[in-house]
């Protein structure tokens, strides 16, 4: 599903990545950990394609991302979710326009769109917060609403940039939870955390970074 063999990313000041290899399964839910600065989040961009690689190969379910073309870009999107740490929802749209926002923009008519969305958010125990305001809900609630947002329209990828990190930690193992329930569905999950205690004892795989280089991969 996911390939990269010998990726580098640089910047002006420093390497990001250095010589990444490793490969994802389709289905396959796995972390990836390290210290602040370590890559995790330029990791996650690169497969986005919010960021492009500078040496080695990137494949996603088969597109190689250093041949592909601008236009192509969103096509790739489209197939996957990406969870944010600050949230990002617009808090002048109510819970139900924010998961269905992405469905508006790609024509999905009204009938079909309220059924996705209603499911995406009885998925994250949402369903009755749907007219709701994004500052009218607590932080596990608005990382919810931000996970029903990347799976409303049924990605085969999934990116969580260290999704616990705005919420109480007693909400932490119920957000990993609702990851697992989700990657029982067929959907590929990569989490990057710097939160050991997400991945400990979860026999999950663990890509470990440090300073740019993978330093090991594991189960937690």
């Known amino acids: ?13 420093h390497t990001a990545l250095r010589n990444i290899t490793f490969s994802v399964d ?28 500078d040496e080695g190969t990137i494949s996603i379910a088969g597109w190689e991302l250093d041949k592909l073309k601008e236009s192509s870009i969103p096509l790739i999107r489209r197939n996957i979710g990406f969870v944010f740490q600050d949230f990002r929802l617009l808090n002048n749209r109510n819970v139900f326009e924010n998961v269905a926002l992405a469905l508006r923009i790609r024509g999905v008519g009204e009938k079909e769109l309220k059924t996705h969305v209603f499911d995406s958010l009885k998925t994250v125990n949402l369903r009755h917060k749907s007219d709701s305001y994004p500052d009218e809900l607590s932080g596990g609630e608005q990382q919810r609403v931000a996970i029903a947002r990347a799976i409303v329209t049924e990605p085969t990828v999934i990116l969580a940039d260290e999704p616990t990190g705005n919420i109480d930690p007693d909400l932490s193992a119920g957000i990993i939870r609702l ?36 330093v090991g991969d594991e189960k937690g």
Do not use: C, W
């Open 26 to 53: 389709k289905g396959e839910m796995l972390f990836v950990t390290g210290p602040s600065g370590s890559g995790k989040t330029t990791l996650l961009k690169l497969i986005y394609v919010a960021e492009k690689h």
């Open 1 to 13: 599903m996911i390939q990269f063999q010998s990726v580098s990313k640089h910047y002006d000041t």
């Open 179 to 214: 990851f697992k329930d989700i990657n029982t569905k067929g959907a590929t999950i990569l989490i990057a955390t710097h939160n050991r205690e997400l991945f400990r004892n979860s026999g999950k795989r663990v890509l470990k970074l440090d300073n740019g280089n993978l």
